[in-house]
């Protein structure tokens, strides 16, 4: 168990629709990643936060966005989903978001669009 | 961009043998280099990571990485395989500015007994 929260488990909805993953770090830690996972593009890294402010921005689409609360959680919301948007998506934290640190995974949310 | 080639999906070992992933990132030297392994239906554990100190990295479990330069390579290896290394392994590295971080299409390791 690596102290990474990530709700729901599983999500199953419509195309069109509007979905929020929500990711609750380690105690302590300042930093959240999400990143998704999906069998034609691998593990991607999607955004990161530190402290409630965003730090680094990698493939995220624009229907999607994130925002990190000032306990420290995290949310990232898909709108418009997409056949395409199925995919495991996880979110890590670390203490101090550099890039050296280990990061701890949470178990990850199963989207489904059907 | 950096860039992340993991040679091989699919690597099946008999137990007690040689474990040997390939990771090959692209031509500018990355600041930091990883190994992640992932169990099924778990989220990614660090394994091991480069940060300069040392060409040689060990991790957990008896693994280890090689930092070479000139081969633009970290390739993990663990000289004797248990059936509990069975799991898919990741190789990832940062952008230079260290703040993009760039995962390999993973290799699936299969530990035959």
């Known amino acids: 168990d690596s102290g990474v929260t990530q709700t729901p488990k599983h999500l199953i909805t419509a195309t069109g629709q509007r979905v929020t993953l929500r990711c609750s770090p380690r105690?302590?830690?300042?930093?959240v990643y999400w990143y998704q996972q999906s069998l034609d593009q691998g593990l991607q890294f999607l955004i990161q936060?530190?402290?409630?402010?965003?730090?680094a921005k990698g493939n995220i689409l624009e229907r999607f966005s994130a925002q990190q609360f000032p306990d420290l959680h995290s949310e990232l919301n898909l709108s418009s989903l997409e056949l395409g948007d199925s995919a495991l998506y996880f979110c890590?934290?670390?203490?101090?978001?550099?890039?050296?640190?280990?990061?701890?995974f949470g178990p990850g949310t199963r989207l489904t669009v059907l | 961009a950096q860039s992340v080639t993991q040679l091989g999906s699919h690597v099946s070992v008999s137990e007690g043998a040689l474990v040997l992933l390939r990771c090959n990132y692209s031509?500018?030297?990355?600041?930091?280099l990883f190994w992640y392994v992932q169990y099924p239906n778990q989220g990614l554990q660090l394994l091991l990571k480069?940060?300069?100190?040392?060409?040689l990295v060990k991790g957990i479990n008896g693994f280890e990485a090689e930092f070479k330069k000139s081969e633009t390579s970290f390739h993990l290896t663990k000289p004797s395989a248990h059936m509990s290394d069975a799991a898919e392994y990741f190789c990832?590295?940062?952008?230079?500015?260290?703040?993009?971080?760039?995962f390999g299409t993973g290799t699936s390791l299969t530990v035959i007994p």
């Open positions: 890590a934290s670390t203490v101090s978001g550099g890039a050296w640190d280990e990061q701890f």
């Open positions: 031509s500018s030297v990355p600041p930091y």
């Open positions: 105690s302590g830690d300042l930093s």
């Open positions: 480069y940060t300069s100190a040392a060409t």
């Open positions: 990832a590295v940062t952008s230079n500015t260290g703040n993009q971080f760039y």
């Open positions: 936060y530190y402290n409630g402010e965003e730090r």
